[in-house]
Nanobody, 122 residues
């Protein structure tokens, strides 16, 4: 199993940038697909992006494509967020999936971090 801890959230003005980090312990990340999700108040948890476990192929929701970038190094996964918009305001979660295939479905991920708050002001 793996334990995940997110960090890097905060308050930023529209058009600004943040980089979220997800640090893993207990097991190497090389055995997992890593995903990022977000959830705004009263909204369903939404897929943001994912990175494959073998070759680092990335996938993004249309709403963030071209603005957000996922990368990983050692036991840390990053979500670089640029050109932030007020509608990006949410709690952001990283998640790990015990599979060779990436997924956009939250119920297909096995481990979750505690979440980190991102607030974007207009």
């Amino acid at each position: 199993q793996v334990q995940l801890v997110e960090s890097g959230g905060g308050l930023v003005q529209a058009g600004g940038s943040l980089r979220l980090s997800c640090s893993a312990s207990g097991r190497t990340l090389s055995g997992y697909v890593m995903g990022w999700f977000r959830q705004a108040p009263t909204k369903e948890r939404e897929f943001v992006g994912a990175i494959s476990r073998s070759f680092g192929t990335t996938y993004y929701a249309d709403s963030v494509k071209g603005r957000f970038t996922i990368s990983k190094a050692k036991n840390t996964v990053y979500l670089q967020m640029n050109s932030l918009k007020p509608e990006d305001t949410a709690v952001y979660y990283c998640a790990a999936r015990s599979s060779s295939l990436s997924s956009r479905r939250s119920d297909e991920y096995d481990y979750w971090g505690q979440g980190t708050q991102v607030a974007v002001s207009s």
